[in-house]
């Protein structure tokens, strides 16, 4: 059975660590949320509405159950990284960077949604020259880690699957999900 680790923290999009932690139990696939410490998550809710950015209201709250400092990497076969607010502070974690880091030494899957972008620029090193999609307004992230911003809202690049925002939530876990797969079989 494959095992997967999500990373996130207080403030993540509420689809898009949900929508990923079910289908990966649906998958049969062990899923495990690591946050700098084992604790409730907030989530908040991002929409498009009429506004020039998108709005944010509370979300549910979600469990992570163990601490970045406890988290083994060797131990998962994929890594999602979903978007929100949560990238923004997670990626100062010291802990945070290694992990990262040893799925893409190890060509483990890793699934990097919306704003996602900002934890990747704690391992530029591994995305320079590679081509991936986030959130728009991560555009001048994704190309200041070295990076080619791919428009369109699906991107895969190797072991990497990245996605734009929530509403493109179906193909991206259906990418990642085919990676794990074929990681595992």
């Not at 907030?42 to 400092?69: C, L, M, N, P, S």
């Not at 799925?103 to 900002?118: D, M, R, S, Y």
């Amino acid at each position: 059975m494959a095992k997967v680790l999500i990373v996130s923290g207080d403030g993540v999009e509420a689809l898009e660590i949900y929508y990923p932690y079910y289908r990966c139990l649906e998958e049969g696939f062990e899923t495990v949320i690591a946050a700098p410490q084992a604790k409730t998550l907030h989530t908040v809710i991002h929409d498009f509405e009429d506004w020039e950015t998108y709005t944010e209201k509370r979300g549910y709250q979600i469990e992570a159950t163990v601490a970045f400092e406890h988290v083994d990497p060797h131990e998962y076969d994929a890594l999602i990284i979903p978007g929100g607010r949560a990238p923004e502070y997670i990626r100062l974690n010291p802990f945070l960077p290694s992990i990262v880091a040893h799925f893409f030494e190890a060509q483990k899957p890793v699934g990097a949604i919306c704003h996602a972008a900002l934890v990747l620029a704690t391992v530029k090193e591994w995305v320079q020259g590679r081509e991936m999609t986030a959130y728009i307004a991560c555009k001048p992230d994704v190309e200041g880690m070295g990076a080619t911003y791919a428009e369109h809202t699906l991107h895969v690049d190797g072991n990497l699957v990245s996605g734009h925002a929530w509403p493109d939530l179906p193909g991206f876990m259906r990418e990642f999900i085919q990676q794990v797969k074929q990681q595992n079989a």
